[in-house]
Nanobody, 127 residues
Framework: QVQLVDSGGGSAQFGGSLTLACAVS?????IAWFRQAPGQKRGAVSCIDFSDGRTYHRDSVKGRFTISRDKARNTVYLQMDNLKPEDTAVYYCATDQAPFPCQVVVGNGGPFPFSSWGQGTQVTVSS
């Protein structure tokens, strides 16, 4: 089973930036970043497909978040710019034992029963 360790959360001001990192141990096909705010369901915001490098983002973060992969470091990053208070949440990277369609996962916006999850990292944006 793939092991994931996410990091990089913290506090930022409105309009600020943070970069999250997901260290990946093992082979997989895609990595998705999910977030969960208090009282809300966990949903995917970004995803990267390793087969072709294509990236996907929910409309709410499009143009502000960038997902990327450093293959040499086995790490996937989520660069978050122009942060807003509504981005406040615990962020998790995740993947599954079988390939999954990034576009569907991000488009659905809901939770998925993936097999591997990072421990979560808190992002807090103040106005």
């Amino acid at each position: 089973q793939v092991q994931l360790v996410d990091s990089g959360g913290g506090s930022a001001q409105f309009g600020g930036s943070l970069t999250l990192a997901c260290a990946v141990s093992g082979d997989t096909w895609q990595i998705a970043w999910f977030r969960q705010a208090p009282g809300q369901k966990r949903g995917a915001v970004s995803c990267i497909d390793f087969s072709d490098g294509r990236t996907y983002h929910r409309d709410s973060v499009k143009g502000r978040f960038t997902i990327s992969r450093d293959k040499a470091r086995n790490t996937v990053y989520l660069q978050m710019d122009n942060l807003k208070p509504e981005d406040t949440a615990v962020y998790y990277c995740a993947t599954d034992q079988a390939p999954f369609p990034c576009q569907v996962v991000v488009g659905n916006g809901g939770p998925f029963p993936f097999s591997s999850w990072g421990q979560g990292t808190q992002v807090t944006v103040s106005s």
